[in-house]
């Protein structure tokens, strides 16, 4: 299930060559349900969801929706300028924009040769 301690949500990394771009499924989250941090290079995202609070009569004939929390963590192989990050929930996605520093983005040098 989505909230039951062994979840870790699907994740893509793609490497621009100036950031890297993070997308994250996390439906049902809204941004005050989520933490980012970044620290020596990992990324960790965490969840929780409380669950919506019902006056149920009845009892349940099958209950899927979960409550709890998960953690995701992630390597990014170059430095980053924690200053520029950038994040975004919409409609269950988070979007994580990472800028890479000045001092590791590919340089094209040009060398003459005689």
């Known amino acids: 299930g989505l909230f039951d301690g062994n979840y870790t949500p699907d994740v893509d990394v793609l490497e621009e060559e100036h950031e ?4 994250c499924e996390l439906p049902g989250l809204d941004q005050k349900e989520i933490d980012i941090s970044l620290e020596s ?3 960790t995202i965490k969840g929780s969801k409380n669950g919506v ?3 149920n009569k009845g009892k349940y004939f099958k209950k899927e929706i979960r409550t709890g929390s ?3 963590t992630l390597s990014i192989p170059t430095t980053v300028d924690t200053e ?5 929930l919409k409609d269950g996605i988070l979007t994580l924009t990472l800028p890479k520093k000045e001092e590791v983005k590919p340089k094209h ?4 040769v005689n």
């Open 109 to 112: 040098v040009i060398v003459n």
């Open 53 to 55: 609070k019902e006056e």
């Open 84 to 88: 520029k990050i950038g994040a975004q």
């Open 20 to 23: 890297f771009k993070i997308t």
């Open 70 to 72: 998960f953690q995701r």
């Open 41 to 43: 290079n990992v990324l």
